[in-house]
């Protein structure tokens, strides 16, 4: 009897088209940057435009260059344009909480770009 032989992580990522520089990472992370415009606070437009200049799309990292992005991922109060605390979208954990929403379209996205059906 012949024993079970399995592909590794990385061979079925790549036969997948899930690996770092694809069509499909490219489309995630724009996707994201995309969807968390909405929810960046805003006040000179520094923060939420920084995004933009700072992450390589496809790298699979998402970043923010301004000198105050972690201060305002975690502490932000949501009292500025269209902050959360006067019922707008735009506080602290950005990415999160775009995630939280838009998670299954980007997904969707990915699997019609691939061709992947659907389980």
């Known amino acids: 009897m012949a024993g079970l032989q399995m592909k590794s ?3 079925l990522t790549r ?12 489309f995630v992370d724009s996707e994201c940057i995309r969807h968390m415009d909405k929810y960046i606070p805003f006040k000179s437009g520094y923060l939420k ?5 700072a ?3 496809g790298s699979g990292l998402i ?3 301004a000198p105050y992005a972690k201060a305002n991922y975690y502490g932000n109060r949501g009292r500025g344009i269209q902050g959360t ?12 909480r775009m995630k939280a929403v838009y998670r299954t ?3 969707e996205g990915v699997r019609k770009l691939l061709g992947a059906k659907r389980r």
Not at 18 to 25: D, E, F, H, I, W
Not at 85 to 96: D, K, P, S, T, V
């Open 105 to 107: 379209v980007i997904f």
């Open 9 to 11: 992580v990385n061979q």
């Open 85 to 96: 605390a006067y019922g707008g979208l735009r506080g602290r954990n950005w990415f999160e």
């Open 55 to 57: 992450t390589v799309i």
């Open 15 to 26: 036969e997948r088209g899930l690996y770092k520089g694809s069509k499909a990472q490219k």
């Open 49 to 53: 435009n920084s995004v933009i200049y």
């Open 63 to 65: 970043r923010q260059i």
